[in-house]
């Protein structure tokens, strides 16, 4: 080595985040280039990089809730919302792309679509929103499938929340055995929603939870918005019906007895006691 720093030349901004790697990995399949083609590209490594951070802090939140300590697990799954909102308005730059210019180069995408999105399944499946039939979709894929087959298996943020509340002495068991329109689980957020002050903590983390649903399923609707917007009720890429296909995911729900609560919730159920909590 010839320089002053010999082997050891000190750590610089483009090493560090190894932006040189970084910035290599978006390789255009249209030729000539398409100028929007890019612009596509980077949209969805984006995506996949605020996909591995929301894993990450999922992960964090789920030891948090088995550690009973749920006022950090409340401030995890913040974080995780505030960049769902990032994500929900990111799309607002991919409408920048005129529909033509997307035509331009839609054809080279075939058969690969978001649907293939390994890590956007596991957010769904760490939350608690697991379809066997998705699982199966992977199977030809064996790093996504070994992935998601490990989040199937494990417990999810939804199983850490319950079993976070049993801890605190709420009945509210894992199995949902479903009676008469809502269950156990469901009486247990009612318990944290009549006695929000005496259960503070449990219920700043039922409210960022309920909040990582509704930004997931808000990004949802604006996906399907944009699909129409720029393809109409043409067929995706990845072969499905398109529009019609992401309009019937619309309802998916990670935590229903979250959203449930609400419709059994009136005021009687607040300073008398809430007459659902023993069951
Ligand atoms: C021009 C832009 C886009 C179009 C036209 C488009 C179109 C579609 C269509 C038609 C589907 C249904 C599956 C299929 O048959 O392909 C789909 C699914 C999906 N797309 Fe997009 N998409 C676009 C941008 C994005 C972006 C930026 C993301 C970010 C990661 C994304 C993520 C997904 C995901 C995760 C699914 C699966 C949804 C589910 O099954 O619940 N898409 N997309």
């Known amino acids: 080595?010839?320089?002053?720093?010999?082997?050891?030349?000190?750590?610089?901004?483009?090493?560090?985040?190894?932006?040189?790697?970084?910035?290599?990995?978006?390789?255009?399949?249209?030729?000539?280039?398409?100028?929007?083609?890019?612009?596509?590209?980077?949209?969805?490594?984006?995506?996949?990089?605020?996909?591995?951070?929301?894993?990450?802090?999922?992960?964090?939140?789920?030891?948090?809730?088995?550690?009973?300590?749920?006022?950090?697990?409340?401030?995890?799954?913040?974080?995780?919302?505030?960049?769902?909102?990032?994500?929900?308005?990111?799309?607002?730059?991919?409408?920048?792309?005129?529909?033509?210019?997307?035509?331009?180069?839609?054809?080279?995408?075939?058969?690969?679509?978001?649907?293939?999105?390994?890590?956007?399944?596991?957010?769904?499946?760490?939350?608690?929103?697991?379809?066997e039939q998705l699982l199966h979709e992977f199977r030809a894929d064996e790093l996504a499938h070994t992935r998601l087959r490990k989040r199937f298996m494990e417990a999810s943020l939804s199983d850490a929340f319950f079993a976070a509340l049993r801890k605190r002495g709420l009945d509210a068991p894992l199995d949902e055995e479903r009676a008469k329109g809502y269950d156990q689980r469901t009486r247990a957020v009612l318990e944290l929603l009549t006695h929000f002050e005496e259960r503070y903590e449990e219920f700043q983390l039922a409210e960022a939870l309920l909040e990582h649903d509704e930004y997931f399923s808000l990004w949802r609707s604006h996906h399907v918005k944009m699909v129409e917007r720029m393809v109409g009720t043409k067929r995706g890429t990845g072969g499905s019906e398109g529009v019609g296909y992401l309009r019937t995911t619309l309802d998916k729900k990670f935590f229903p007895e979250l959203w449930e609560a609400r419709t059994y919730l009136d005021t009687k159920h607040g300073a008398s006691g809430c007459p659902f909590a023993k069951g």
């Open 1 to 131: 080595m010839t320089d002053s720093y010999g082997d050891n030349p000190p750590l610089s901004y483009n090493k560090y985040l190894r932006v040189a790697d970084l910035i290599g990995l978006q390789d255009c399949l249209s030729d000539p280039k398409h100028h929007d083609e890019l612009l596509f590209i980077t949209i969805h490594q984006a995506y996949e990089l605020w996909f591995k951070q929301i894993l990450h802090e999922i992960d964090a939140a789920i030891v948090m809730m088995n550690d009973d300590r749920l006022a950090a697990a409340a401030r995890t799954m913040r974080r995780v919302v505030e960049i769902e909102k990032l994500l929900v308005t990111q799309i607002h730059i991919l409408e920048t792309m005129t529909p033509i210019n997307f035509l331009g180069f839609r054809d080279q995408l075939n058969p690969a679509s978001g649907f293939q999105s390994m890590q956007f399944r596991e957010i769904e499946f760490a939350s608690g929103l697991k379809h």
